[in-house]
Nanobody, 120 residues
Framework: QVQLVESGGGLVQAGDSLTLSCAAS????????LGWFRQAPGKDREFVAY?????NYTDSVKGRFTISRDNTKKTMYLQMNSLKPDDTAVYYC????????????????WGRGTQVTVSS
């Protein structure tokens, strides 16, 4: 089993920035496609970004969020700028996708999430 632990969430105002981290265990981190998802109250889990051989983002965060990884530290990051109230959600990191990078069902491993709340 691979363990993933998110950190960096918090309460911020609209327009602020926040950086999330996802620390991983295991010896094959460098082989994994990694993703960020989020889930707001009463809504389904939503794709945010992934990073593998390439990166991609959901349209609502393009130009504002940046996904990155440090394989030596076994850590993935999500830099979030110009935050909006609609970004409020629990953010989850995920690892080891089967190629369907936009789908939560594609990932084998998940963290427990970190809360991001953006006030207006």
């Amino acid at each position: 089993q691979v363990q993933l632990v998110e950190s960096g969430g918090g309460l911020v105002q609209a327009g602020d920035s926040l950086t999330l981290s996802c620390a991983a265990s295991g010896r094959t981190f460098h082989r994994y496609t990694l993703g960020w998802f989020r889930q707001a109250p009463g809504k389904d889990r939503e794709f945010v970004a992934y990073i593998g051989w390439r990166t991609n983002y959901t349209d609502s965060v393009k130009g504002r969020f940046t996904i990155s990884r440090d394989n030596t530290k076994k850590t993935m990051y999500l830099q979030m700028n110009s935050l909006k109230p609609d970004d409020t959600a629990v953010y989850y990191c995920a690892a080891d996708a089967d190629g369907r990078y936009y789908s939560p069902e594609a990932y084998r491993y998940w963290g427990r999430g970190t809360q991001v709340t953006v006030s207006s």
